[in-house]
Structure formats: C-alpha cells, structure tokens
C-alpha cells in the first residue's frame, strides 16, 4: 500500500522555522523525484520544490528560493522528505502536500500524493 505521510505543520510566528516531514512507502520511491506543493485558501496548488531521486538536483519557486531547502533521506524502505523553512512569512501559510514522481523537473505529472500538513504563520 502506497503511503505518503506528511508531518511537522502547526503555527509559528513570521520569522520563525518549521520542518516538515514526509515518509513514503509502499513503492520504490529511492526511484523517485519527491516534491512539495502548498494550497493556500482560495488559492491553487502551487510548487514549492523539487529534489531528484539522488538528492543531486533540486528546483524551488522563487518566493521561497533562500528561505526554504528540499533534501530527502532514502533508507530502506521509507523514503523520508524534508523541507526546512526559514524566515516564514504569513504569505507562507498554506496545506503542504509532498509528491512523488518518476520524473524529475518543474513540468512533471506527479503520480501519488500526501494528504497534506496545514502550516499557519502569524504576523
């Protein structure tokens, strides 16, 4: 059974850090391009980054690029994804999803996804 768990949401002050966490499993996802995608209310899903499947590659939308840092963890079999994120700022909340694919790249159809870890910063 495919699992994609998401961890490490909750509410923080604009300045703060949080760490999120995902664990997949169920697949080989060490093959696996992994991702994170956030929904704002009202908004659409948008990418935040990517990391290729030997964490030697990795993509960020811009409002994050210096703020946020994607890197992965491939054990056995779980494969655990991060996203540290520094200086949060308001606009930042949103439902955090982590995706997986076997492509890697801004342009890619993901193909399983988390349920989602809501991340809420205060001004």
């Known amino acids: 059974q495919v699992q994609l768990v998401e961890s490490g949401g909750g509410l923080v002050q604009a300045g703060g850090s949080l760490r999120l966490a995902c664990a997949a499993s169920g697949r080989t996802f060490s093959d696996y391009a992994m991702a994170w995608f956030r929904q704002a209310p009202g908004k659409e899903r948008e990418f935040v980054a990517t990391i290729n499947w030997s964490s030697a590659r990795t993509l960020y939308a811009d409002s994050v690029k210096g703020r946020f840092t994607i890197s992965r963890d491939n054990a056995k079999n779980t494969v655990y994804l991060y996203l540290q994120m520094n200086s949060l700022k308001p606009e930042d909340t949103a439902v955090y999803y982590c995706?997986?694919?076997?492509?890697?790249?801004?342009?890619?159809?993901?193909?399983?996804w988390g349920q989602g870890t809501q991340v809420t910063v205060s001004s």
């Open positions: 995706a997986a694919a076997l492509d890697y790249g801004l342009s890619v159809e993901y193909d399983f």
